[in-house]
């Protein structure tokens, strides 16, 4: 077929097949409908557990959501400096990140960074919750439990720091050392699965946060 022999279609044609509902019934069943699938939603990263005393169990959750705040009574976190993990020497533990208790009347933020002054003599710039540690406590109350009975939470977070403080220890801490995340698992005091697990997670969004901070 050549141009000359196709059939000529004046304005007046187009307008009339434009305004006739079968044609343009045609046209829009032409038309491939938009995509109805969804990316489906990441399935939630699992930790292993591991045990606190002789009949605690703790657990660990990524989230940025806070448990109850009745419910919790401690925070920790990884404290990151030009790359490399902050760790204070614990008295009767040995080296582990920096955490605590809340004390009345604080926030999670304000104990987290109240304990990095006084474990380890730093300042922080900026923090970041990554998570909810669950404490599970199987046995019998204790008396004068100081914690959430059988049920308490912690609130995990990482940091960077501000001011690298003089320090050489105090009634908290013995000492403050500041390792690579490759040497991470040889200075630890308490090194199982979940610290593990929680620790390259914890660093894995510490690169990712880094980044976007452009620090």
Not at 22 to 42: G, I
Not at 124 to 134: P, T, Y
Not at 150 to 155: H, N, Q, R, S, T
Request: proline share 9%; with cysteine; net charge positive.
């Amino acid at each position: 077929i050549t141009e000359a022999s196709k059939p000529k279609i004046s304005p007046s044609s187009k307008k009339k097949a434009a305004s006739n509902p079968k044609t343009a019934s045609k046209v829009k069943s032409s038309a491939k409908p938009a995509s109805s699938k969804k990316r489906s939603p990441r399935p939630a990263r699992v930790f292993p557990t591991t045990r606190w005393g002789s009949d605690s169990i703790i657990s660990f959750e990524a989230t940025e959501h806070y448990p109850p705040l009745e419910l919790t009574s401690i925070v920790g976190g990884f404290i990151f400096h030009d790359g490399k993990v902050v760790l204070a020497n614990v008295p009767g533990r040995g080296w582990e990140i920096v955490g605590g208790r809340i004390d009345v009347g604080e926030t999670p933020e304000e104990t987290f960074r109240r304990e990095a002054l006084n474990q380890v003599g730093v300042t922080l710039s900026h923090i970041k919750m990554i998570g909810v540690v669950r404490i599970e406590h199987m046995g019998p109350e204790p008396p004068n439990c100081p914690y959430p009975y059988p049920l308490g939470y912690g609130v995990q977070f990482i940091g960077v720091v501000d001011q690298m403080l003089p320090f050489s220890g105090g009634e908290d801490s013995l000492g403050r050392s500041l390792i690579s995340p490759e040497g991470f698992k040889e200075h630890y005091y308490d090194w199982t699965e979940y610290y593990e697990a929680v620790f390259h997670y914890a660093h894995d969004v510490y690169l990712k946060w880094r980044k976007k901070l452009k620090l």
